[in-house]
């Protein structure tokens, strides 16, 4: 057994981590909005969907080429793989996913473009916040069990 491959659960414990440091930014810089802590946010449900998928059987290689950081692609890809079966996702964190994917994918939460014209969508921190923590504690078990030999 190769003990450097990466497991769902290591990927999980990251997704758990940049939510929480999402959550800390979110409530300190007490902003309607904060790109780092949409960046973190969004760091989070990758990894969280991507650890559910590698659960599922998809080689870690083949969700950085594929996939990449496409939320959108990865809810879908979940979704079809029974994401429902670990987390029940409401109709408001499938769409706060999407809006958030829409610029995370663009990288507009990491770096500033100005560009005349150009409309930003932004989800609500709280709801994005809740979408998040909601991936991150459905999938723990999952993450777990497939981990283990």
């Not at 057994?1 to 290591?10: E, V």
């Not at 449900?45 to 083949?62: D, H, M, N, V, Y």
Request: net charge positive; proline share 3%.
């Amino acid at each position: 057994m190769n003990m450097s491959a990466t497991t769902s659960f290591d990927l999980w414990k990251y997704a758990k981590e940049f939510a929480e440091a999402g959550r800390f930014v979110n409530r300190s810089l007490a902003t309607q909005v904060s790109m780092p802590a949409l960046f973190l946010f969004g760091q989070s449900i990758e990894l969280s969907l991507k650890g559910f998928l590698l659960g599922r059987g998809i080689p870690i290689q083949k969700l950085k080429d594929d996939y990449g950081h496409d939320l959108c692609t990865l809810l879908s890809e979940s979704r079809k793989r029974k994401l429902g079966l670990e987390v029940k996702l409401k109709p408001i964190d499938v769409g706060v996913i999407g809006l958030l994917g829409y610029e995370y994918l663009r990288k507009r939460y990491q770096y500033s473009r100005k560009e005349l014209g150009v409309t930003m969508y932004i989800p609500l921190l709280d709801e994005t916040e809740n979408a998040t923590f909601k991936l991150v504690r459905g999938l723990r078990g999952f993450c777990e069990r497939t981990s283990t030999p």
